[in-house]
């Protein structure tokens, strides 16, 4: 099929995928093989080995590049992985601007390995895209943005981020997490390159861990691919078949999210014990109305504090949730709550995270697909 041709929901079903020859089966098969035989030295059916590439992967990574609206998908062992291949690009004494609002696997990765070979991290207030102007110099090479980023659910301009990269011949980096492509498309805003922890939203289903990068530039494509072969982060043909499928109904995942977040927030908002409530689909969240022009719902995402910012009762509340579960990650059609200054941001120092307005009774919210009456009454009855 020509993918360019369908809409989203159509794409996100039938992009990549082709009737397996052997069979005729409607699903992509499962290529469980490390090897392919050759008919001679060096003649083959584009396969040699898995590591390079595999059937199954392969037809993710064009689905992923067609409901990204780009030209080349690359998939990833885990999101952190694509992190990883996305810096190597990088040499001893390039710096990077980054939103200083971001997951805390990424400031760990950049502040605890890669700083040690001589990479440069500037962490910003990128509210204000303007502000990255600042921090551009002779040695800059790539702008880094999550959007909305995690977990304060902060509003990055992409397109007045990809005019200042293209100014100045950087790279712009964009993590598309939270939104997925059904809510948001950074190629299209001036992105060089969209990465997803395809383990949240895209597989859906808590199963599966993998990552992912989409990018239209054929140079960089072929230097992101020398890396993801050389080094070898990629995913195995199960866990690509699995995230294959999860977005099969990735359309429909999120237009309940959607619905649910904005119940659950509202209600939250109107809560007397919850002081600030941070989702990007509130007319009073900051960037709003970028969030409106560059995205096509508010997602699912959200995060709360009390109003006495009372950290003993935020950890009772995170006890008492029946529907949502205490664990990491996010994304998934189940319901989660999570303590990120202690989980999935402990690796940011508290006065980093105070500062950035990460506060130690942030509870982070990922609100799945169950009947919301039921998961607004599991909070209810949590925070009493």
Not at 116 to 133: C, L, T
Not at 155 to 181: M, R, Y
Not at 321 to 344: D, I, N, Q, R, Y
Request: charged share 25%.
């Amino acid at each position: 099929m020509d993918d360019k041709n369908y809409k989203l929901a159509t794409k996100m079903i039938h992009a990549g995928v082709e009737p397996d020859p052997a069979t005729g089966a409607i699903m992509t098969p499962i290529y469980q093989t490390s090897t392919y035989v050759q008919s001679a030295p060096g003649v083959h059916k584009g396969y040699e080995y898995s590591r390079t590439q595999n059937p199954t992967r392969h037809a993710l990574e064009k689905n992923l590049a067609a409901i990204e609206n780009g030209k080349h998908g690359l998939c990833f062992a885990s999101g952190m992985a694509a992190s990883d291949t996305v810096i190597k690009l990088l040499s001893p004494g390039d710096e990077v601007i980054v939103a200083n609002d971001l997951y805390g696997g990424t400031y760990r990765i950049m502040t605890k390995v890669f700083t040690a070979y001589g990479i440069k991290f500037h962490f910003i207030d990128m509210h204000n895209a303007e502000n990255i102007r600042g921090y551009i110099n002779e040695k800059t090479k790539m702008i880094w943005a999550e959007t909305p980023t995690n977990p304060l659910l902060n509003i990055v301009d992409i397109e007045a981020c990809g005019k200042i990269a293209k100014e100045h011949n950087l790279l712009l980096v964009v993590d598309n997490t939270f939104a997925t492509p059904y809510l948001q498309n950074p190629l299209d805003l001036g992105a060089d390159i969209v990465l997803h922890s395809a383990t949240k939203y895209l597989g859906g289903h808590s199963d599966v861990v993998l990552g992912a990068l989409i990018l239209n530039d054929d140079a960089l494509q072929e230097r992101l691919a020398f890396i993801q072969n050389s080094c070898g982060a990629t995913p195995g043909p199960h866990d690509s078949w699995l995230v294959l499928r999860g977005i099969k109904t990735l359309h429909i995942r999120m237009q309940r999210h959607c619905e649910n977040g904005k119940a659950v927030a509202e209600f939250l908002k109107n809560h007397d014990k919850i002081g600030k409530v941070h989702w990007c689909g509130f007319e009073d969240h900051p960037n709003h109305e970028i969030a409106k022009k560059q995205m096509r719902g508010f997602g699912g995402m959200m995060s709360f504090v009390l109003k006495e910012d009372d950290v003993d009762h935020a950890m009772e509340i995170l006890k008492k949730t029946k529907l949502f579960a205490l664990a990491e990650s996010l994304g998934g059609v189940e319901s989660l709550c999570g303590h990120p200054a202690s989980m999935t941001h402990a690796a940011i120092p508290r006065e980093e995270r105070i500062k950035n307005g990460l506060a130690d009774s942030l509870i982070r919210l990922s609100v799945g697909i169950e009947d919301v009456e039921d998961l607004i009454e599991d909070l209810k009855n949590a925070i009493g």
